[in-house]
């Protein structure tokens, strides 16, 4: 039996702090081995305790949690998950620490319903976080050094579809900027609260100039070149075929896969509009959201691309979508804008 994950929690609250200690009381997998009320505390128990992941809030007194991060990612590598309230500015700081090489963000909420904790879904992160790496993540250097704008799409693809979770933010990034700015109309699906998802598609729209990146919208007709993410929150995102051309739809509806939106939703929505006049892109991620919309994508023709193990933050969806044989090549992470760029039409095995 292996030993129990010992967890650090660093949280300014008191009452944060003891609701994350009852959250983890019924995993016996997980230990509290310390808690910190701000980082300077911290970094005595990380010399002491040696915990395995580390639980930290953004805003605390002395130090914030994002100048405690770059210090630990430089000097003593440890898997770290943001906890974060759903603010504007906390969303900008947590989408810089994902980049800085933070394995997820936590929404920090008030529970609603009594007697329901509002950390109950860290452990399962804390869990996944205490199985990667961060000692060895780094960003991968692209193949080519031809500007995006000078590359062109080999197959007329109407729609490219992406979706990610855990480690997205930086595998989007990496995808989108290898495309030029006459690319597709291309959709992504990233799990991510609400506040999350303005603040990341503006900061992608600033970061890579030749594509327009925008949330999505209802009822907006889609051109080349668009990038539009689907809004956090209670409504999936998907598209339609119209006269006037290719149409988001932002649609009310139960959560697929726990999530909302669902990359699923997504995914099936394009097999159904547009078949083999697509690209589906899964990334890495938690789970299976977005595993067996891939699979129909190819079912109905499209050309399918999964992220391989090395380059995955958590190989969880692209694992299962290459199980389902729903991935018509597995690609590592630096080379999957090239391949999608040359990705033929009839389907082979990956």
Same mark, same amino acid.
């Given at each position: ?7 650090? #929690? #660093? ?20 230990? @509290? ?6 980082? !300077? ?11 395995? #992941? ?11 949690? !994002? ?15 943001? #906890?974060? *309230? ?5 969303? =900008? ?17 008030? $529970? ?5 904790? $509002? ?12 199985? %990667? ?6 960003? &991968? ?11 062109? +799409? ?6 490219? &579809?992406?979706?990610? *979770? ?16 006459? %690319? ?14 303005? %603040? ?14 925008? =949330? ?5 007709? !889609? ?6 993410? &689907? ?30 939106? *669902? ?39 499209? +050309? ?25 090549? @597995?690609?590592?992470?630096?080379? @999957? ?14």
């Amino acid at each position: 039996m292996l030993p129990p994950v010992k967890v650090l #929690v #660093v949280d300014d609250s008191r009452t944060a702090r003891a609701m994350i200690r009852h959250a983890f009381q019924n995993h016996p997998d997980l230990v @509290i081995a310390g808690e910190a009320a701000n980082p !300077l505390e911290a970094r005595d128990m990380i010399i002491r305790d040696q915990p395995d #992941v580390i639980t930290l809030d953004i805003e605390m007194p002395n130090i914030n949690g !994002l100048q405690f991060l770059e210090k630990i990612m430089r000097l003593r590598p440890i898997p770290v998950v943001m #906890v974060s *309230s759903l603010t504007e500015r906390n969303a =900008e700081i947590a989408l810089t620490a994902l980049q800085m090489g933070a394995f997820d963000c936590f929404p920090k909420t008030i $529970a609603t319903v009594p007697g329901t904790n $509002a950390f109950a879904g860290l452990p399962g992160i804390v869990r996944q976080a205490a199985r %990667s790496k961060p000692a060895v993540k780094t960003r &991968a250097t692209a193949l080519t050094a031809t500007a995006p704008e000078n590359r062109h +799409w080999q197959q007329p693809y109407d729609l490219v &579809a992406i979706g990610a *979770s855990t480690g997205g933010v930086e595998a989007i990034e990496e995808v989108l900027s290898g495309f030029p700015p006459d %690319s597709p109309p291309i959709v992504i699906c990233q799990h991510m609260p609400a506040f999350f998802t303005a %603040s990341f598609a503006a900061r992608l729209d600033k970061k890579l100039a030749p594509l327009s990146i925008q =949330e999505g919208r209802d009822r907006e007709i !889609l051109l080349p070149g668009h990038v539009r993410i &689907a809004p956090g929150g209670t409504r999936h995102m998907t598209i339609i075929r119209t006269e006037g051309g290719i149409m988001t739809r932002l649609v009310q509806a139960p959560a697929v896969n726990g999530h909302v939106p *669902s990359i699923d939703v997504l995914f099936d929505s394009v097999a159904d509009q547009l078949s083999n006049r697509s690209l589906g892109i899964i990334l890495t991620g938690m789970g299976q959201d977005g595993a067996e919309g891939l699979l129909a994508l190819r079912q109905g023709g499209a +050309w399918t691309i999964a992220q391989d193990k090395a380059s995955s933050v958590v190989y969880g969806m692209p694992r299962v979508a290459a199980e389902l044989g729903a991935a018509s090549q @597995i690609v590592p992470l630096n080379q @999957i804008s090239t391949a999608a760029m040359s990705a033929r039409t009839r389907q082979t095995r990956a």
